[in-house]
């Protein structure tokens, strides 16, 4: 069993930035995804990331804004955001699954979720 823990989020104003962290337990090979969810919303895929970090995938709407990253000594994996706009408010999960090699775009890919962490962005 894996469990991830997310944290960084909170209040920023828009065009500010924030980190997320999550933090894998154990020691696996995991390709990891964020994804978010704001109220009324179903949950929307944002960023995707290989194991070894060499793929990434981003979603239209963060493209050139997120950008995600790794490190595995750490088992912990980030998304940097960067000129945050009110729509980025959501919360944001944390997504696993056991690959050395590819990486995962869709929710029903992922096998483990952390928490969510809240991440407002105030205009």
């Known amino acids: 069993q894996v469990q991830l823990v997310e944290s960084g989020g909170g209040l920023v104003q828009a065009g500010g930035s924030l980190r997320l962290s999550c933090a894998a337990s154990g020691r696996k090979n995991y390709a990891m995804g964020w994804f978010r969810q704001a109220p009324g919303k179903e949950r929307e895929r944002v960023a995707a990331i290989s194991w070894s970090g060499g793929s990434t995938y981003y979603a239209g709407s963060v493209k050139g804004r997120f950008t995600a990253s790794r490190d595995n000594a750490k088992n912990t994996v980030y998304l940097q955001m960067n000129t945050l706009r009110p729509e980025d408010t959501a919360v944001y999960y944390c997504?696993?699954?056991?690959?050395?090699?590819?990486?995962?775009?869709?929710?029903?890919?992922?096998?483990?979720w952390g928490q969510g962490t809240q991440v407002t962005v105030s205009s």
């Open positions: 997504a696993a699954k056991e690959s050395y090699s590819d990486i995962y775009y869709y929710l029903g890919n992922y096998d483990y």
